[in-house]
């Protein structure tokens, strides 16, 4: 027994449960967030003259 009598205070049960349950929350905000603000992860067009088509060619062979 300790000063204040009563058992010694262990773990709470639920432990693993809130632990599931924070890092089901973070995975879900992060997806809704992302859903929100999506990236524009499109590739801009690359744009060549006739000049460098004409040096490119001329280079390979």
């Given at each position: 027994?300790?000063?204040?009598?009563?058992?010694?205070?262990?773990?709470t049960?639920?432990?693993?449960?809130?632990?599931?349950?924070?890092?089901?929350?973070?995975?879900?905000?992060a997806?809704?967030?992302?859903?929100?603000?999506?990236?524009?992860?499109?590739?801009?067009?690359?744009?060549?003259?006739?000049?460098?088509?004409?040096?490119?060619s001329?280079?390979?062979?």
């Amino acid at each position: 027994m300790n000063k204040f009598g009563g058992k010694k205070p262990t773990g709470t049960p639920s432990l693993a449960m809130s632990t599931v349950v924070v890092v089901a929350s973070l995975l879900a905000g992060a997806s809704v967030v992302h859903n929100i603000y999506k990236p524009d992860l499109s590739l801009p067009q690359i744009e060549s003259d006739e000049g460098d088509k004409k040096e490119e060619s001329g280079n390979k062979g």
